[in-house]
């Protein structure tokens, strides 16, 4: 059940707007960090519309051979523009 201003469930992780999310999602996370993660998959994602649509996505990278699974909020606004608003490493 989905409650109003609560996220919802993504099933499809290969249609283009949440490839391209995540893309920019992974991109902002080895600027911010200075690192040189690697996307091995996406566990889950998950939207929530608010003044456009918040994306969390549970996804997990590999840097020197380590797995870590973060959690990324990216913020696109109704007029298309993305911002990552929430990044952590949650293992």
């Not at 996220?7 to 949440?18: A, C, F, G, M, T």
């Not at 797995?67 to 929430?86: A, M, R």
Request: charged fraction near 25%; avoid cysteine; proline fraction near 0%.
């Amino acid at each position: 059940m989905n409650f109003v201003g609560g996220y919802s469930k993504v099933d499809d992780h290969n249609r283009e707007e949440i490839q391209k999310v995540v893309q920019f999602g992974h991109n902002e996370i080895r600027k911010h960090t200075n690192s040189n993660y690697h996307l091995r998959r996406i566990i889950s994602v998950e939207k929530q519309i608010v003044n456009g649509v918040n994306y969390r996505i549970k996804a997990e990278f590999v840097q020197n051979s380590q797995v870590t699974i973060h959690e990324i909020v990216v913020h696109q606004h109704f007029k298309g523009d993305l911002k990552l608003s929430k990044h952590k490493i949650i293992n």
